[in-house]
Each structure stands twice: as structure tokens, then as C-alpha cells.
């Protein structure tokens, strides 16, 4: 029996269309519609999609930002929707985030020591001189210098400001880190040093990774089970050694089959497994397609794929495709 | 036959901190009918150069060097002159698309702008209003065939549409269609899909791609993704702090690298047939007090002591250049 830390079930997270001035609700955007995963110890669970298919809602939804719809949510067995709000906050606190873009997520005001303190102040740990001890230690960690706590997030790199932005989700010692799309925002050579950090953190730390991006390239390297989403939902979940030899969603493949090759190995990798699909753009979350979300754009839709919904297919015991083909 | 020609291109900005060198001796020729990549990291001067060929460099910007169009030189040209070939002769693509239209304006309006006031200077307001009433379906006809050139489904409604009612990707066709909509001769693209998701930024490509063979378009790209770079590009030039290290054709540059930089840069990315990456140490350089000789000496593994000396020279390899001592002695 594999030690799950974190199992989410049927998760939904809708956001209310609202419209006149009594903000009458009139439609819901449903950005994430009814996800289910589970995630081992000690492993790292890649999200992939394109942009707006709700991978970032569901990094959000799981450590507490959104409130969600319906759904639950297990972190060490226990069920967090259902807590209270202060017994939730005690078990938040052995979950972080690191998010997209270090500029923004940095406050300009505050010195490097203050914003990898912050997490600390608001939990009431330590005295004033335990953190800084604590910020000390936690910048080695992520191999800047000392004399970095005294700067303000302007006067470092993009990578530097990454590297505080990870010290801090490493304030509280968590157990699981959700990374949304950690190096998206960063040149490549400085992508594969933060890349590099953050594997041997977890090695050396015991984490656990939820990592939410668009660059199968990084789920290649860094990942060991994926889940790939398309318009609120997942469509297959599966080991990364398999997504590459024998991906089996007509998505999944579309996605391979988009990627700009660097080399010739891997050119003739994306020829083998990839498949061309109809122009098109992802459909509106406020009105999705019947049946499957992706007929409409899928070379190899049937009539049964306009009007049921797939379910989920078991293609071996970590392999699972939500596609009426494999039916 | 070489339609743009730059030599010895050098921009230096003046700030209140001092000179910044963010270009020095670029040199390169795009053929008719080419494409060619500028590929580096953020900040190594590639769309400084791009915005060179444009003219639209700032006021502190002092340019040297020379930009040979048909024979022309751009940099001694009058601004008169100048405006017949820019945004004619040689057309612009942006890289944000949401950003690069007026909210307020229609597509339609858009176009409009493109093909009656392109060139012209001191357009106001009234010459707008009056614009609006002269749509005759001659014109309409001519917007309808660039919209369907660039593969955008329902044209007539997309014309009446407003920038922010249409999706990323349809609103990169339609720069790509104002661009196009005079018959350039060259094309400048500043990262044009990287604002796009993988699977529109392959139907980019593609449409990109097919303009340049149909049109015999020569297209200028600058972008930061190799993988793109080889999928668009003929050619490549590898640029590292505002110098040029390595220049050839995209697949045996990038099967090949020669440049210690490019070598690290392609060790970087992470590939989907997995491997080890590398990362490059340090970060990018200051401009205004850039390291002697090689710039890339401070970070590179093989540096030795004339790199940090002297600035390597163009050493030939297979119908490949690399700017790097290492190949300098034969």
C-alpha cells in the first residue's frame, strides 16, 4: 500500500458569474470540476495543461487560498475541508507555495530577512532573534549568501529572487511544497540551476513536490507521476517514464506533438508519439462541450464521444485514461 | 541575394550611471526569402537590435555601424525616406498581442490604420472620423483576404470584434495579417509566440512558416527558446551580452554547439528524452563595465588567459562561425 500524503477527491472549485446590481449569480466558471489524485511521499506530482484549464485553481483550491466547492481534500489522512478554521491553519502550515513570478511575489518593501520571516511571524514561532537565526540558515539552504537578508528584491536576479521565494515556502519545514510553475518566468540556463535546487532539497529534506506546469520538457526531468488537465479536468494520469513511451489521450499526445524540438533524438520522439489535432482554442469553463471536453478538437471523436462523459480507464495500475477509445 | 545587411552594428545607451555597451559588432546578412533567429537569454541585446533595424530606439541610443537595405543604408536615411520603407518595406510583429492593439479600436479600425494612414504623420482624430466613412468593399475585401490568409475563422465577425473579445492566438494572426497587409519584404518578429500556449504556438509557427514560403518573405525572429529557434529558423546567431559567439544553420548549431555558451545553453533545456542538466554559473554581466576580452570569460568553464585579454575573432568551421578562442589558433 503506497503512503499517500496528499489525496484529493472529486475536487470542485466553481467561481460564480455574477451580473446586475443585486450581483445576481448567473453562471458559474468551473475551473476545476471534480479532479481526483493521490500523491506519494516523497515523490514529485506534475499538473500539466495549457493556460486556463485550472491547474493553478487546483494548486490554489489545495492549500487554501479558494474555498472549494465540493470535494475533499486528505493531507496525512485527515480531511481538511471539513476542520475548522484554526485546526485547518495548524495543518496548513506543513504545506507552502512557491508561485510563478518571484517579481511579484516578493513584496518591494521588504528586505529579504522580512519576507523569509514573514511565514513565521504570522504562525507566532520563535522570538524575533530565533528567526533571523532561522532566515540565516534558510538562505544557505538555497545557497545564497548572508549579506543577501539585507537587500531588497529589486537588487537581485530573477534567479536570486526565486531562490528567496523558495526559502521562503522552507520557513515552516514543510512537508509538501506546491511549485506553480516555478521556472516559467526564468532563462533557461538559470531554470535548470533552480531545477537542480529544488531536487536536492528534496532529497535531502524529505518534501514532497506538486509541481503545476506547462513544460513537459521540466515533467521529463523533474517529475515522477503526472497528471495531465484539460478544461477542468484531468484526462489522463500516468508514470513520466510512460507519458513517453506510451501516452494514450489523444490530448496528451497533442501536447507532446507541440513541442519545438532542441534535438534530433528528441524530434523523432515527438514524430513517434504525437498527434496532430484540429485548430481550435480550449472551450469556455462557463459553458463546457458535452460528453468529452475534448471532442471538438480531437481527430478521433466518435458520436459517443459528444454525448457521454469518460470514464475513467484503467490501462495498467498507474496509468489511468479518461477516453471512450480505450473503452 | 542578401536584402538586409548589418555591419559593425554598435548601440551604446547613455545613462546617468554611465555607457552602456549593449551591443557591439554585429554582423550578418538575411537572404531573400530567409529566416534567421537572434537566440539568447534576457538582457543580451536581441531585440536592442531588432529595434535597431526598426528605428525606434530610444533618444539616449547612439547607434554606429551600418544597415544596408537594398543598398540603402537606414541609419543615414532621412525620416522621410525612412517612413516609406518602415512599417512598409519591412513590417513589425509584436510579442504581446493584448498589448500591441488599442483596446478602444476595432480590428476593423486596425486595418484601417494599416492601409490608408501607414506612413503618413499628423493623423488626428477627424481624419480618423473621417477614415470611418470611406469603407468601400474594395478595402473591406482586402482586410477579408488577409484574415483568411492567416487561417482566422469568421472573418467578418472578427473585423467588427474588439482586441479584447478575441483569444491570444487569434490575436497573433491578426498582427500577423497587419503585418503582412503591405507586402513587406522583411519581417521582424520579437518573440512572437511566447505569449502563446504550446499548442497555438505550434500553429503559429506553422502559419509563419507557410507566409514565408508563399510571400518569399525574409523574417528576422528574436527568441529565447532554442526549440522554437530550430522549428522557424534557417539560420541562427547566438548572441551572449550584447556580442555575437556562435552563427550557422539552426540544426547543426544546435546538434553542435561550438561556443562554450551555446554548449551550456543546450545543456540547459530540459528535454523530454531526459539527461542531466547543466545550468550555466553566475548571471548575466553589468553594460556599463563589461568584462574584457570574451564577455563570456567570467562564466565560462574553458576560459583561459587571452579570453579575459582580447575579444576572440570569427573562427570559420564548416560554413559555421564561432567567436571563441578555443578555435582561434589553427
Known sequence: ?327 | MSILEVKNLTVYFKTFAGLSKVVENISFTLGKGESLALVGESGSGKTTVLKTVLGVLPSNAMVKGKLLFRGINLLETGNEELSKIRGTEITYIPQEPLAALNPLYTIEDHFLDRLILSGKSKTGILSYIRLRRKISPKLKNIMLKYLEKVKIPDPERVLKSYPMQLSGGMLQRILIALAIVSNPSILLADEPTTALDVVTQKEIIELLKELQRDLGLSILYVTHDLGVARTIADKVIVMYAGHMVEEGKTSKVLANPLHPYTKGLVDSIPKLVGGTLHGIEGGLIDYINPPKGCRFHPRCPKARDICRRERPKPVEINGRKVYCWLYGEE
Open chain 1, 1 to 327: 500500500m503506497p503512503d499517500y500524503i496528499l489525496e484529493v477527491k472529486n475536487l470542485k472549485k466553481y467561481f460564480p458569474i455574477t451580473a446586475g446590481i443585486f450581483n445576481r449569480i448567473i453562471g458559474w466558471v468551473k475551473a476545476v470540476d471534480g479532479v481526483s489524485f493521490s500523491v506519494e511521499r516523497n515523490t514529485t506530482y506534475a499538473i500539466v495543461g495549457e493556460s486556463g484549464c485550472g491547474k493553478s485553481t487546483l494548486a490554489r483550491t489545495i492549500i487554501g487560498i479558494y474555498e472549494p466547492t465540493s470535494g475533499s481534500i486528505f493531507f496525512n489522512g485527515i480531511d481538511i475541508t471539513k476542520l475548522k478554521r484554526r485546526e485547518r491553519i495548524r495543518i496548513l502550515r506543513r504545506m507552502s507555495i512557491v508561485f510563478q513570478d518571484p517579481t511579484s511575489s516578493l513584496n518591494p518593501r521588504h528586505k529579504v530577512v522580512d519576507i523569509i520571516t514573514a511565514p513565521l511571524k504570522v504562525h507566532k514561532i520563535g522570538s524575533p532573534s530565533e528567526r533571523v537565526e532561522k532566515a540565516k540558515e534558510l538562505v544557505k539552504i538555497v545557497e545564497l549568501d548572508e549579506s543577501f537578508l539585507n537587500k531588497y528584491p529589486h537588487e537581485l536576479s530573477g534567479g536570486q529572487r526565486q531562490r528567496v521565494a523558495i526559502a521562503r515556502a522552507l520557513a515552516l519545514e514543510p512537508e509538501l511544497i506546491l511549485l506553480d510553475e516555478p521556472t516559467s518566468a526564468l532563462d533557461v540556463s538559470v531554470q535548470a540551476k533552480i531545477l537542480n535546487l529544488l531536487k536536492q532539497l528534496q532529497r535531502k529534506l524529505k518534501l514532497t513536490y506538486i509541481l503545476i506546469t506547462h513544460n513537459l520538457g521540466v515533467v521529463r526531468n523533474f517529475a515522477d507521476h503526472v497528471s495531465v488537465m484539460y478544461a477542468g479536468k484531468i484526462v489522463e494520469t500516468i508514470t513520466v517514464n510512460k507519458i513517453f513511451s506510451e501516452p494514450k489521450h489523444p490530448y496528451t499526445r497533442a501536447l507532446i506533438d507541440a513541442i519545438p524540438s532542441v534535438t534530433l533524438e528528441e524530434e523523432e520522439l515527438v514524430k513517434k508519439l504525437g498527434l496532430k489535432i484540429k485548430p481550435g482554442e480550449p472551450p469556455s469553463l462557463s459553458n463546457p462541450p458535452p460528453g468529452c471536453r475534448f471532442h471538438p478538437r480531437c481527430p478521433l471523436a466518435t458520436e459517443r464521444c459528444k454525448k457521454e462523459e469518460p470514464k475513467p480507464v484503467l490501462i495498467s495500475s498507474d496509468h489511468v485514461v479518461f477516453c471512450h477509445l480505450f473503452s
